[in-house]
């Protein structure tokens, strides 16, 4: 299987790159011409072959024991949390603490390598398509024949549906109460003990060495937020979306939370430079009010998984106890 595995994908990258050489000699001027606007060639040849069969269930045939890879922290986590085990996974998951001694690296977050996903041959990968490069391996991945289960967390909802699967999968009805009915439980007393006085708004930013971003509702952070009784000002306004100070002052939150991606030095560094130390910044209403909060990657960046009641509480007890 091995063997099979890895040339269909050494093939496929010869034929990706002798595609790649001649869409560059050759650039089409008919009007017959259907690619889009920053659609590459590559995308725009894949679109008549034949899809991957996806009314199959990719965890059909999935135990506790299956060979397993994840491309980033948090899917494996899930997997972990759910009673199976990784035979690979990213180098941001490598120091997860109930991973097995034989997990290899299968690269970065952002660069997993296609060729050491298949020598781990996997009975199932997890991914998810948050990530553009994701994308890009799951075809390739369909082509090699190898299933695909795409995970896309933005709320506890969907943690909850992921591992509902999951666990029925191995098999460990168990790990399901512990790291999700019992977490709900106690997402549910956090809400219903936030008193909601407050109210209020915020603006949550995504700062790293190369790219700061504004985030909105869809995603988990600020889903928690939204739950705790604030109005996130980035839903309301497009201006936002530059991230300029005088989008941000117009607006004037409440509330500014900060997640510090990649190398946090570096990140931290990008946003003293891009925000807190600006003029304007310092006369905003969330930075005179002792408002501006950095929040931690484990719980905020990486998805909190079975600690998102831990999570909930931390926010409700910033947003609740100190509220001036």
């Known amino acids: 299987m091995h063997a099979k595995r890895l040339l269909v994908v ?11 050489g001649c869409a560059q000699q050759t650039k089409p001027t008919s009007s017959e011409d259907n690619t889009k606007p920053g659609q590459t060639e590559q995308a725009a040849s894949t679109k008549n072959n034949a899809p991957a069969d ?3 269930d990719p965890l059909a045939s999935i135990t506790s024991s299956s060979r397993v890879v994840a491309l980033s922290r948090s899917v494996g986590e899930m ?7 990784l035979v690979g996974t990213t180098d941001d998951a490598l120091d997860l603490p ?27 990968v997890m991914l998810t398509e948050d990530l553009s490069v994701h994308k890009e391996l799951h075809q390739s991945l369909d082509e090699a024949g190898i299933p695909v289960l795409v995970v896309n967390i933005d ?3 969907d943690y909850d549906t992921v591992m509902q699967q999951l666990t029925a999968a191995t098999e460990r009805d168990d790990l399901y109460q512990q790291n999700v009915a019992d977490v709900r439980t106690q997402i549910e007393s956090v809400i219903a003990n936030a008193t909601h006085e407050a ?12 790219k700061n971003k504004v985030l909105k509702s869809d995603n988990f952070t600020c889903d928690m937020l939204d739950d705790l009784g604030l109005s996130n000002v980035a839903d309301d306004t497009s201006t936002l979306d530059d991230l300029s100070l005088e989008a941000i002052a117009d607006v004037d939150p409440d509330w500014i939370f900060v997640v510090y991606q990649g190398d946090e030095a570096e990140a931290q560094k990008a946003y003293e430079e891009a925000f807190s130390q600006n003029p ?7 930075t005179k009010n002792g408002h501006v909060v950095v929040l931690s990657k484990e719980l905020f960046q990486y998805k909190p998984n079975a600690k998102w009641g831990e999570a909930y509480a931390y926010l409700s007890q910033v947003l609740y106890g100190s509220w001036a």
Do not use: H, N
Not at 280 to 286: D, F, I, Q
């Open 10 to 20: 050494l093939t496929l990258g010869m034929c990706l790159l002798f595609a790649a």
């Open 54 to 56: 996806t009314s199959l």
């Open 79 to 85: 997997w972990l949390l759910a009673g199976g085990q």
């Open 98 to 124: 109930s991973l097995a001694g034989d997990c290899v690296s299968i690269g970065t977050l952002s660069k997993p390598s296609l060729e050491q996903v298949v020598a781990c041959e996997p009975d199932l």
């Open 155 to 157: 709320s506890f909802d």
């Open 199 to 210: 109210g209020g708004t915020y603006l949550a930013l995504r700062t790293s060495a190369t």
């Open 280 to 286: 304007v910044w310092s006369e905003l209403s969330a």
